[in-house]
């Protein structure tokens, strides 16, 4: 199994990134999939998830900013970041899983706001 995270980088405060994350070795369209967030010196934190009938849920502090959406053609799923802040700083994961025992995670890709 691997999930490959993609798309971060360094952007200004306001700005937008858009993550990828591609998944292989998995049945994608029955996982739910997710991204968590790790910021130096913190605990890994929920930012946003999808099931696998697309249903979606957020961390309140990413509500109306963030959107997360999946491709099951493309076994991919997307975090859309816009209007980010300095304090969305961290480590992005993309996660997928399945109960009671499928639980994949990534490398994780460094998203940076700052100017």
């Known amino acids: 199994v691997q999930l490959v995270e993609s798309g971060g980088g360094l952007v200004q405060p306001g700005g937008s990134l858009r993550l990828s994350c591609a998944a292989s070795?998995?049945?994608?369209?029955?996982?739910?999939m997710g991204w968590y967030r790790q910021a130096p010196g913190k605990q890994r934190e929920l930012v946003a998830t999808?099931?696998?009938?697309?249903?979606?849920n957020y961390a309140d502090y990413v509500k109306d900013r963030f959107t997360i959406s999946r491709d099951n053609a493309k076994s991919t799923v997307y975090l859309q970041m816009n209007s980010l802040e300095p304090d969305d700083t961290a480590v992005y994961y993309c996660?997928?899983?399945?109960?009671?025992?499928?639980?994949?995670w990534g490398q994780g890709t460094q998203v940076t706001v700052s100017s």
């Open positions: 996660n997928a899983n399945r109960p009671p025992s499928a639980d994949f």
């Open positions: 070795g998995i049945f994608f369209r029955i996982h739910a």
């Open positions: 999808i099931t696998s009938s697309a249903n979606t």
